[in-house]
């Protein structure tokens, strides 16, 4: 509840509280009948009257019958002597008891304090609330400038390096930081300087926080962590206080780790921002140079950092003294895929046939946190499924929920369509089939799933680190072979090859314009292309050629898709059979596994073609 509304429900409470106070009093003057004094005179000749209790100017009358009444009397004179004057017949007034009460009881202070004072607490109660809610916005803004630094307690969830698979070099790199802060002397004596700033670099899910979590584990030093992102604020300065604060209480707490994370919110080079909110970032960058400048030569604090974008830090950071050691986290090979599965495997229900070593094989490209994501997966269709273990099955589908999305099958689609997307995936999986050094193919089906009408599968025997122009050039006519399928079969071309095209086209460009490999052009490049090589994305190409080399390259790249077109085709063209075969068995089975697909080709003993 927000203090607005609790305040709002406190003052409607004593409203309520006041008014029933008030309604109290307003009771016992509302029932008995007034009566003047002549009128209660007259009641007392006439016998009626049995009681009269004084108190103040207030007379209560007993009236026969138990009816009560009340009158006032004269203020100063007695009430014996304003009867008389009434004319009241003494012998009838003996008859009525009078008794005087004094009002010096309870009562009658609260009926003279109450109505006074009520409306004065009511006022202070209201000024009361008014400075509170100040005071409250006074601490407000004093703690604005404060770091919400977190110090990270060694609880049930503490992660230690067992529990990050692969990366073997970051960890050794952060083993020897942890080393730095436990055995200081050890490096100083060899005259070595401790580092200030470890920055790890690494694509989305590769681990980096996970990384410096266990290195928080394994250090047994306080470790604080904060995102960047908290240090970009409306107003400009806040950020950089709030750094202030955070080195300072991680000095305080030397030797210490501080784990800013996501450093490129602040960390953006200067002057180069677009839009608002620069001044703010730029300052709150000056602040961490200015932090990491300003440790003492002993001072055993270490400020670890994670971005996913390197390219676009501030060189200012980067620089000997500040975040001068780099780790990179690589997306993780083969045998560290598996590693990651198996821990993500932990605690869960798996089928003991499983062979995570060929979901491994499956996954080139997966980060970490896909793999996790992954083994999370197959968990929660094995329970659709009301299994009791996850079996092998299950991790393959999951394989391809996460690379494609979930699968459609209940998106119907009419017999042409299917007919159409056979053959186009029967295109792609048997030109890939057929060219030599083309990447084996796992799977072919005709089952959409998230965008993709249907899916063919092939993966390298071996992780990849870098690709030839063979490879690229075969890339090219697979891409095309749904295209050319099409075509060839139906003297006709659907939007699911649209794609495929674009993708070519695309690389095509690249091969020409960045990899240097069109013959015409020779290995040049062309364009400055501010690129995030991380990312394998660019921003910006800013143009640096001719119009006529424009022209020329635009001629190339379009020599490389007719190319690809063609070898596509004619591969096609000679394996019409083969072709026809594939397409009849997806059209009735809708997937095809690795063993089934090349059990199906054998009889066309089809021969490898280079390109
Ligand atoms: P980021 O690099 O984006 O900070 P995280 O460290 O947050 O990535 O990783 C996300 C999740 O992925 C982790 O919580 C963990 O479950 C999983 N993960 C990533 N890398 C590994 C790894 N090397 N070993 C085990 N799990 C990993
Ligand atoms: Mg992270
Ligand atoms: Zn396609």
């Known amino acids: 509840m927000t203090n607005f509304s609790k305040n709002l429900l406190w003052t409607i409470l004593a409203l309520i509280a006041i008014s029933l106070v008030f309604s109290l009093f307003a009771e016992t003057g509302k029932a008995p009948e007034k009566l003047s004094l002549n009128q209660l005179a007259e009641k007392i000749n006439a016998g009626e009257v049995i009681n009269i209790k004084v108190s103040g100017e207030d007379l209560d009358v007993t009236l026969k019958d138990n009816v009560k009444a009340a009158a006032q009397k004269e203020t100063e004179a007695s009430l014996t002597e304003t009867l008389k004057n009434f004319g009241v017949d003494p012998a009838a007034l003996q008859k009525v008891g009078v008794s005087v009460q004094n009002q010096s009881g309870l009562a009658f202070w609260a009926s003279i304090l109450i109505p006074t004072l009520l409306p004065l607490l009511v006022i202070g109660f209201f000024f009361w609330m008014m400075f509170r809610q100040a005071r409250v916005g006074v601490n407000q803004a004093f703690n604005f400038g404060r770091s919400n630094i977190r110090l990270s307690t060694f609880g049930k969830e503490r992660v230690t390096f067992s529990d990050v698979a692969g990366l073997k070099e970051a960890k050794e790199e952060l083993v020897e930081i942890v080393d730095f802060l436990k055995n200081p002397k050890k490096f100083l004596d060899l005259g070595a300087r401790i580092p200030r700033g470890v920055l790890l670099v690494g694509l989305p899910g590769t681990g980096k926080t996970l990384l410096a979590r266990a290195a928080a584990g394994e250090s047994n030093v306080p470790f604080f962590h904060i995102s960047a992102s908290e240090f970009v604020e409306m107003f400009v300065g806040v950020g950089a206080s709030r750094i202030r604060d955070a080195f300072l209480t991680a000095r305080k707490a030397a030797p210490a780790i501080l784990f800013i994370d996501e450093i490129d919110a602040v960390g953006r080079q200067r002057g180069a921002g677009l839009g608002g909110g620069n001044d703010e970032r730029e300052q709150a ?210 939007t699911g090859a649209s794609n495929d095209l674009k993708e070519a086209s695309d690389l095509a460009r690249r091969l020409v314009t960045r990899y240097g490999m069109s013959e015409s052009l020779g290995p040049v490049t062309f364009g400055k292309t501010e690129e995030l090589i991380f990312l394998g994305r660019e921003i910006a190409t800013e143009k640096n050629y001719s119009e006529k080399i424009a022209a020329k390259i635009d001629d190339e790249v379009r020599n490389f898709i007719e190319h690809a077109y063609a070898v596509a085709e004619k591969i096609l063209r000679e394996h019409k059979k083969a072709l026809e075969k594939i397409a009849k068995t997806l059209i009735e089975k809708e997937t095809l596994e690795q063993d089934d697909f090349y059990a199906l080709l054998k009889p066309f003993r089809i021969k490898l073609v280079a390109v």
Do not use: C, W
């Open 285 to 494: 960058l000056n602040q961490i140079l200015v932090e990491l400048d300003g440790f003492d030569r002993d001072t055993r604090v270490i400020v670890l950092s994670a971005t996913n974008r390197p390219d676009i830090l501030d060189p200012a950071l980067l620089r000997p003294g500040r975040f001068d050691r780099r780790v990179i986290l690589d997306l993780p090979d083969i045998n560290d895929r598996e590693a990651i599965l198996k821990i993500h495997a932990k605690g869960k229900a798996l089928n003991h046939q499983i062979d995570l070593r060929k979901i491994a094989i499956r996954t080139p490209g997966f980060s970490g946190a896909d793999l996790a994501n992954l083994m999370n997966e197959a968990a929660i269709l094995a329970a659709r499924r009301n299994k009791k273990t996850i079996a092998q099955d299950e991790l393959y589908e999951s394989v391809e929920k996460v690379l494609l999305g979930p699968e459609r099958r209940t998106r119907a689609i009419s017999v042409h369509e299917k007919e159409i997307t056979a053959y186009h995936e029967g295109g792609h999986a048997l030109v890939a089939a057929t060219l030599k050094g083309a990447d084996p193919i796992h799977k072919v089906s005709i089952i959409s799933r998230g965008f993709a009408g249907g899916y063919t599968m092939k993966l390298p025997i071996e992780d990849q680190h870098i690709r030839t122009k063979t490879q690229f050039v075969n890339d090219l006519a697979i891409m095309m072979g749904g295209y050319a399928s099409e075509k060839l079969t139906f003297s006709d071309v659907s």
